[in-house]
């Protein structure tokens, strides 16, 4: 029963990861109206490098590194989320057996801990970013 279990909570687990892990994957994006083939400098090329629609930016509110640690939180987030809902099944399942009942118990405080300092931490984060813009 305990191995049937954890293959359907192995596969829950992975249609998120895999969903998710499409929404890493780079877009091809036309380079830069501003590039220029025959500038031959340092910040010519860097122009050429830059494609259109993007933010150039290293901080601030729409910034590259802005974007990247805020799908990072969304990650860490849904990944409590999830182990909450895992705390709550092994609760439920766990018949009244005093060692599985702790275990879920612990499951779910550090979900509900994981949640806190994600919140936390997205909102320290976006704090720090648009204060060095």
Do not use: H
């Not at 340092?42 to 050429?48: H, V």
């Not at 494609?51 to 901080?59: A, I, K, M, R, V």
Request: charged share 10%; with cysteine.
């Amino acid at each position: 029963m305990t191995k049937t279990f954890k293959r359907v909570l192995a596969g829950l687990l992975a249609a998120p990861v895999l969903a998710l892990s499409a929404l890493v994957v780079p877009i091809a994006v036309p380079a830069s109206a501003a590039c220029d083939p025959t500038n031959q400098t340092l910040a010519g090329g860097a122009a050429c490098s830059q494609p259109t629609g993007t933010s150039g930016s290293l901080f601030g509110s729409d910034s590259i590194f802005t974007k990247i640690v805020n799908i990072l939180l969304f990650i860490i987030g849904a990944v409590a989320v999830i182990m909450l809902i895992i705390g709550g099944i092994r609760y439920t399942l766990s018949a009244g057996k005093e060692s599985e009942v702790t275990a879920a118990k612990n499951t779910i405080l550090y979900a509900i801990i994981g949640i806190v300092v994600a919140f936390l931490a997205y909102a320290v984060v976006n704090w720090v970013l648009t204060s060095l813009a």
